[in-house]
């Protein structure tokens, strides 16, 4: 019986959640002094006021759980929920802040589950009349979401205990080669490094730096967040608004990739199946938008930033979604469906698993016409992929495509256009941000939790938040000991 199958036999242990969600709440803390210091700076008061009171609060909460003992090891099922409950408590603390900037507890929540599942979906019309502490913590939460809140804190704060190597997994750093704080610094490296390159260029080019530094956050980590309702569309011309795409261009791309470049693996990088896979179907893309959507001002810079925007999962616009030819939606939904690569702060179903799909075809296929004694074995790359990867690569697509159908299913039955509705619940699940309008603060309460859970269950993957909902996670047998 594999590792994982043992793991969920037993129930997890509420001290070995206590303990790392208040590492966790820590990290939180230690984020969040900087749009505190933004909020100084600007003079916002209610939103320094408000954003000390949920410091204190999770102070007072982290603090005591942080000193528990931790474990010999931690369960599966355990790294899972506690990965969970982070991008979901996380948000619930942020509402604090958030209704400083005068918004109910149902938006400040929605926009908080948005940034920290670097979506962009937002209820709120001309955020550039909203105060520059909020605009700036909804792009730091999308930062920070977007590497991971339990990867930054493996990285910075947990020390080489074997229990860090699972909590690391579920956060996207599949196949750890190193060790899980190792693989964290280095992928916090590369992620500082782009971030701090992409705000020296945008900020000369932009001018105003709180507006630059804010799309850079929310572009490296292809979250979307604009400071404009226009979006990009709000910026002087095309050169501020390109640097902003090439920067949400890498934050599709795996960050391992970039370690290997910076070491001299050059050759190996360029091999890569997932680059070139999202730079042409980026090309495809923008050409079936410039076919179907003819015309208009600067058609193949607004077909190139849509395309990119959508297969990149980031949500920036420069033209209004909901005029869209219908065949240029459903391009639209089919990029956004797809996504960018694994390892990287993009959404979607991601490029590798699409890969690994047409392998687990082409192996049907092939093993179909073949001896019945023939051995088959499917390789990616030179190396050998076994079913189990296949198959888990499969069911990670179905599971995304039965969420995507059941919300638009709920949408289309309360009046809702079922195209929009389409886009709207697969930019949602997928992680992109684009919407049609029908996102916003006059949605029912209804619709705007099913995107919420939509933004949770694409960041998390469906599978983590099946194993939070599994009773036997909760009441099976536990371990001895801790």
Sequence with gaps: MSEGATSLQFSV?????????????????????????????????????HQLVMLLVLLALSLPAARIAPPQQLQGNEALVIVCAAFMLAP??????????????GDALFEAI?????????????????????????????????????????????????????LVEPAGAEG???????????????????????????????GDGMVAIDHVLAAISTGGFSTYDQSLAALAGWPQRLVILVVAWCG????????????????????????????????????????????????VLHAITLAISAQTTTGFSTSDISLLD??????????????????????????????????LLQLYLRRSAAPEHAVIEPRLGGRLLSDDELLRAFALILLFGAVVVISWLIFVSHGYPPLDALLEVTSATATVGLSTGITSHE?????????????LLGRLEVVAMLVLCYPPTWFAKRQEGA
Excluded at 193 to 206: K, M, Q, R
Excluded at 444 to 455: E, G, R, S, Y
């Design 443 to 455: 949605l029912p309460a209804l619709l705007k939790t099913v995107l919420a859970i939509d933004m």
């Design 252 to 299: 599709a791309v795996p960050l391992f990739l970039y370690h290997r470049a910076l070491h001299g693996s050059w050759r190996q990088v360029l091999r890569d199946g997932e680059i070139w896979l999202l730079a042409g179907m980026i090309a495809v893309v923008s050409l079936l938008l410039l076919l179907l959507t003819p015309g208009g001002e600067a058609p």
């Design 13 to 49: 242990r509420l001290p070995v959640l206590a303990k790392y969600l208040g590492q966790l709440g820590i990290m939180l803390i230690l984020l969040n002094l900087a749009p505190l210091l933004v909020a100084f700076a600007h003079y916002e008061w209610t939103f320094v006021w």
């Design 92 to 105: 619930l603390f942020m509402t604090i802040p958030f209704t400083a900037a005068g918004l109910t507890f």
């Design 326 to 359: 219908p065949a240029a939606k459903l391009v639209v939904v089919v990029s956004m469906f797809i996504g960018g690569g694994v390892g990287s702060t993009a959404g979607g179903v991601k490029l590798l698993r699409l890969i690994l799909f047409f392998k």
């Design 114 to 166: 948005s940034g920290i599942t670097t979506t962009g979906l937002s209820t709120q019309r001309h955020p550039e009349l909203l105060p520059q502490a909020f605009l700036f913590s909804r792009a730091w939460l999308q930062w920070y979401g977007g590497l991971g809140i339990v990867v930054l804190s493996v990285a910075l704060l947990m020390g080489h205990h074997v229990t860090t190597r699972r």
């Design 176 to 206: 750890l080669v190193s060790t899980a704080r190792t693989h964290a610094r280095r992928m916090l490296m590369i992620y500082l490094l782009l971030t701090t390159i992409g705000c020296a260029v945008a900020v000369p080019l932009i």
